[in-house]
């Protein structure tokens, strides 16, 4: 079921947005000189809305720059002062978020590792109560929508209204080239469960790479994400915290200049009709899929039934390492993507094992 909190749209707190919603800065504010040079830089280029910049950093394990603490709200005040550019900062207690509010900044957001924890949120949310300020929710770093949208229903009970959803990638469950795997499953689900939240993408933490950046971007381009959060330094060879994600202000024009932002609809008829026309073809085929599976049940069943009157087991490994190698090349032939045979048929198997156990074990 779809919840609808009540919540504003961005242009609402960011009434000169024009453009996606682009947040840039350095992962960690590190000197004065730093904040504000690379603030400089960045602002000049008007597709930034938003500076941002951490000052106390959640790092996984203790040892490396933890972030410069309370001094960094002062430098961001600085840069808003410099720049107009409205401020963000990451907090994850109440006294960050006390701290915070106090220095005036306009954006805080709640890191991956405190979206995960309910009691954190709800301190942050009991703190930015009765303020206007805008709070932004990166996703937990295990795919669990339901927590993801657990913390925007705590906020909302605080009666904050500028919510914003950053998708930043999950601590990675199966192999992947990135940083954090974007498991882009869940944030359709937030979006579908969540119709009126805006939601923008971290490429950064996802990627960890810069080479990565690029095409994470687009990605969240072509899904219809509402921005992005990127992380820029003025000199990323010596960021104290994530160096290689970073890009400079310059590279970060060039980045943008290579994406394409989307539109949600088009106005032009004939590609409406168009694009019903393949729909209508989509759903069909859609049917017959839903058809055969629903063939291959009735077989299955009569598998399970066959193998208990013979006294033999449901999960016959040889069988299915067989089957599971035959139908990844046969994919293959047909231009299907080899892991995304594998995921299908082994939730097909999955089932099929399930269905024969409970024949089985049925008097
Ligand atoms: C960050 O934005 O620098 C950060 C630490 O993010 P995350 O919570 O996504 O790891
Ligand atoms: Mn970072």
């Not at 919840?3 to 242009?11: A, D, G, H, R, S």
């Not at 220095?103 to 590792?113: E, K, M, P, Q």
């Not at 820029?232 to 290689?244: F, G, I, N, Q, Y």
């Not at 539109?263 to 168009?274: A, C, D, G, I, L």
């Amino acid at each position: 079921m779809a919840l609808e909190l009540e919540i504003n749209p961005i242009k609402h707190w960011l009434p000169q947005l024009n453009n996606p919603l682009l947040i840039a800065g350095p992962c960690s504010l590190e000197s004065e000189e730093q904040a504000m040079e690379t603030a400089k830089l960045l602002a000049k280029d008007h597709r930034v809305f938003v500076y941002r910049g951490g000052v106390w950093k959640p790092r996984t394990r203790p040892g490396s720059f933890e972030g410069i603490g309370s001094i960094g709200l002062k430098w961001l005040q600085m840069v808003r002062e410099e720049t107009g550019l409205p401020v963000g900062t990451e907090v994850a207690n109440a006294q960050h978020t006390e701290e915070a509010l106090k220095a005036g900044l306009d954006v805080l957001w709640i890191g991956a590792r405190s979206t995960a924890s309910p009691f954190v949120v709800q301190e942050i949310a009991d703190v930015v109560k009765g303020t206007d300020a805008v709070v932004m929710v990166k996703n937990p770093v295990n795919p669990d929508v339901q927590l993801w949208m657990g913390a925007f229903e705590r906020l909302s009970q605080a009666g904050i209204k500028n919510l914003v959803a950053i998708h930043r990638g999950f601590t990675p469950f199966r192999e992947t080239q990135y940083r954090n795997y974007p498991n882009w499953q869940t944030v359709i689900e937030l979006r579908r469960l969540m119709p009126n939240l805006p939601i923008i993408c971290d490429p950064s933490h996802i990627a960890g790479k810069r080479e990565y950046l690029f095409e994470i971007a687009q990605k969240a381009f072509d899904m219809g994400l509402d921005g992005l959060m990127l992380e820029s330094h003025r000199d990323p060879s010596c960021a104290l915290s994530d160096k290689e994600q970073q890009l400079t202000p310059a590279d970060l024009g060039k980045l943008l200049d290579r994406l394409v932002i989307r539109n949600v609809k088009s106005e032009n008829k004939q590609f409406e009709n168009q694009l019903e026309l393949l729909r209508s073809r989509i759903d069909v085929i859609d049917k017959e899929l839903l058809e055969l599976l629903s063939s291959r049940v009735e077989i299955v069943k009569q598998i399970g039934q066959y193998k208990k009157e013979n006294n033999v087991t449901a999960l016959q490994i040889n069988r299915w390492t067989e089957l599971m190698e035959k139908r990844v090349s046969l994919g293959e032939k047909l231009n299907l993507n080899p892991t995304f045979v594998k995921i299908l048929f082994q939730l097909i198997h999955e089932d099929s094992v399930r269905m024969q156990t409970e024949i089985m074990d049925s008097e």
